[in-house]
């Protein structure tokens, strides 16, 4: 069945540094991909989202590019700040189905 | 994006009762989702909720431990029925919006149940 694959947490920046969260994805057909973030005492929001092959997401600085050949959509961001502290998720659907499979979910701990 | 809220934020019970929450959205949505965010852990689909029909459940979700209901195409109720401390999770309601090709989850903010 589909699934998602994502790096461990937690990851621990300072402030300024370059973030990648990776995460790779199995799935039959062309799945949309998603990062999701959650705040610390908050519910999951859309950070971004790809629908197709080489599709750039981009939001408040972040970028993840959906990479058939690799089956990959990782989350990078040139410049982290202490905001930028919580948990990240990786979730995929396949179209029709409208369930999601989310990724294990990685934290991230910016220090100033 | 949807607004949605729920109610209760957050709960401490105690084992065996029960407890339900509600999910408000702010426009008319076809299909409403209830997860589970255990612990430390991603989420899992508990059902999916459709007015005017019975909720789909996952598997290892049963009916009579979380009853769900869908009166109109705004709101949806979870109960979380005589509960153990292995319910102690965040709930979270989602609704899902079209948006362009491809349907997009939005997700309320979560309720926080502690079982004692």
């Known amino acids: 069945g589909d699934s998602v694959t994502q790096m461990e947490g937690p990851v621990t920046l300072s402030e300024e540094a370059f973030l990648t969260i990776n995460c790779t994805y199995t799935a039959t057909g062309y799945p949309s991909l998603f990062w999701y973030v959650q705040y610390p005492g908050e519910g999951l929001q859309l950070l971004l989202k790809a629908t197709k092959a080489d599709d750039k997401g981009s939001n408040k600085g972040f970028e993840a590019t959906y990479r058939k050949e690799t089956t990959s959509f990782h989350l990078e961001k040139g410049s982290v700040q202490v905001s930028d502290s919580a948990v990240y998720f990786c979730a995929l659907t396949s179209p029709g189905t409208y369930k999601y499979i989310f990724g294990t979910g990685t934290r991230l701990k910016v220090l100033a | 994006s949807a607004v949605i809220s729920q109610k209760p934020s957050r709960d401490i019970c105690q084992r065996g009762t029960s407890l339900t929450i509600q999910c408000q959205v702010d426009s008319q949505v076809t299909m409403m989702f209830w997860y589970r965010q255990q612990p430390g852990q991603s989420l899992t689909l508990i059902a999916t909720?459709?007015?005017?029909?019975?909720?789909?459940?996952e598997s290892g979700f049963v009916i009579d431990k979380f009853p769900i209901s869908r009166p109109n195409l705004t709101f949806s109720t979870l109960t979380v029925s005589n509960m153990s401390p292995e319910d102690s999770s965040i709930y979270l309601c989602s609704v899902d919006r079209l948006a362009e090709i491809q349907e997009t989850q939005y997700f309320g903010p979560g309720t926080r149940l502690l079982v004692l």
């Open positions: 909720a459709n007015q005017g029909s019975e909720a789909t459940y």
